[in-house]
């Protein structure tokens, strides 16, 4: 009785699943085509981090570097935009079935 006329969705929520659904879909599209060398540039960076780090622990063999891989980002690239897209259809079906 005290929410009946409260059936529509906030357009607050709606706001903020259309915004997140389009930041990831953009993110996720440069990461996964790397748009303009993003995910090269990241990857670059990663392994030279992860690199000082072992040298700081004394170590001077390689580091691991699966996890900074141009393949495993554009593999985040991609699920990152399938989430986006499955958050703009969330707000949509919001928003449509009020």
Known sequence: MLAAGAHDPS????SVFLLAGLVAVW??????????GIATRRSER????NADAWAA????????TMF????????LGVLMAFAGLVMLLAAYA???LG
Do not use: K
Request: proline content about 5%; glycine content about 14%.
């Open 11 to 14: 357009p607050v929520l709606l």
């Open 27 to 36: 993110a996720g599209v440069n990461w996964a085509f790397d748009v303009r």
């Open 46 to 49: 990663i392994r030279r981090r």
């Open 57 to 64: 622990m004394g170590r001077l063999d390689g580091s691991p």
């Open 68 to 75: 900074g891989s141009v393949g495993y980002l554009r593999f």
């Open 94 to 96: 919001l928003w449509r």
